[in-house]
């Protein structure tokens, strides 16, 4: 069980009934299908985190690879090198604290930031998870181009997506066996109170943005779910 802060009061863990695709190719097909998105809307980071964990299992079993798209109850998130928070800021925005295992240091997530977890076979997809890697950053920056902000600069060093300095997008896998798990969270018209209590991403003098603060426009989640929506299916092809 993934330690967590005490404050906050989870809901009852939920159930999500999800379409199969038929027509898979058999294990260890050399053919490489797109990966199926699923939107998932607004879900508790544990409730994510278990569906994750059973796709991995399913995909690692053979089944398709897929990506689910949603946005989280408010939540700080540790990766596997730590982070720094402000516990009393947290609390007072009932903000949980989840430690994680995947790379990089602290981020928050919630509403307004789209989440993408590609729960995606590397081996069978024939694809290096640096190439997926720079491939799913490539994504979010269409998506940002998609919703009018076309200049995001992709950093391999601080993986994520900036424009002039400032952080709009943060990617991070965690891979086992050859599946990915967790993914991106761009920054679309949430709020930023969450960011200013903790060091994001390890860099205590890094700022952080939106897409509706850069362009200076009220941008709403539905067009980034569509963008996403029409651009994962191609991230093999991406990168």
């Known amino acids: 069980m993934l330690p ?15 379409p199969v695709t038929p027509g898979l190719p058999p294990e260890g097909s ?32 053979g089944g398709e690879d897929r990506c689910y798209l949603l946005e989280h109850d408010p939540v700080v998130t540790l990766g596997k090198r730590g982070g720094l928070v402000d516990e009393a800021a ?8 989840v430690q994680t295992d995947r790379g990089g240091f602290a981020t928050w997530h919630g509403p307004g930031q789209l989440v993408v977890y590609p729960i995606i076979d590397t081996l069978r997809a024939r694809v290096g998870v640096r190439r997926l890697v720079r491939a799913l950053g490539t994504i979010m920056q269409g998506v940002a181009a998609d919703l009018g902000v076309n200049d995001l600069i ?11 300095g400032k952080k709009v997008g943060s990617l991070g896998l965690h891979l086992s066996r050859g599946v990915t798990m967790h993914g991106f969270a761009l920054n679309i018209c949430n709020d930023l109170e969450g960011f200013r209590a903790i060091v994001p991403c390890g860099f205590a003098d890094l700022e952080v943005s ?5 362009s200076r426009r009220e941008l709403t989640m539905e067009a980034a779910y569509e963008s996403a929506e029409r651009r994962l299916p191609h991230v093999f092809e991406t990168g």
């Open 90 to 97: 947290l609390k007072r925005l009932s903000t949980a604290v």
């Open 210 to 214: 939106t897409l509706s603060r850069e």
């Open 30 to 61: 050399a053919k490489r299908l797109p990966p199926r998105t699923v939107r998932l809307g607004r879900v508790t980071y544990l409730d994510a985190l278990r569906l994750q964990e059973e796709a991995r299992d399913a995909v690692l079993a």
């Open 4 to 18: 967590v802060f005490p404050w906050v009061s989870y809901p009852p863990v939920m159930t999500f009934e999800l």
């Open 154 to 164: 992709y950093d391999d060093e601080r993986p994520g997506v900036y424009r002039n």
